[in-house]
Nanobody, 125 residues
Framework: QVQLVESGGGLVQAGDSLRLSCAAS????????MAWFRQAPGKGREFVTA????????YYADAVKDRFTISRDNAKNTVYLQMDSLKPEDTAVYYC??????????????????WGQGTQVTVSS
């Protein structure tokens, strides 16, 4: 059974940095796509970034490009989200997601099979 456990959220000020972790367990993830989504109060779940575990290829939403970086540690089976230059509009619950199949889109929540419980990120102005 696949489990995704996020950690690292918190309260920071605008301009600060934060690193989220997603510890994955339950199977080998070499063929998987791992992603981060976020959901602000009253809004839908929004794609942030994704990484293909085997190749390391990455994909970013325009809103976070050049500020956020996704990476993975094969030995630890963990995916990271380094968030720099945080803005108040980055405030949301951040979710880790995983899928085994290949799709041409990375942004659709329906294409992901597994989700973590989420971690809150709050950026004050």
């Amino acid at each position: 059974q696949v489990q995704l456990v996020e950690s690292g959220g918190g309260l920071v000020q605008a301009g600060d940095s934060l690193r989220l972790s997603c510890a994955a367990s339950g199977r080998t993830f070499s063929g998987y796509t791992m992603a981060w989504f976020r959901q602000a109060p009253g809004k839908g779940r929004e794609f942030v970034t994704a990484i293909r575990w085997s190749s390391g290829s990455t994909y970013y939403a325009d809103a976070v490009k050049d500020r956020f970086t996704i990476s993975r540690d094969n030995a630890k089976n963990t995916v990271y989200l380094q968030m720099d230059s945080l803005k108040p509009e980055d405030t949301a619950v951040y979710y880790c997601a995983a899928r085994a199949r290949y799709y041409t889109t990375y942004t659709a929540t329906s294409t992901y099979d597994y989700w973590g419980q989420g971690t809150q990120v709050t950026v004050s102005s």
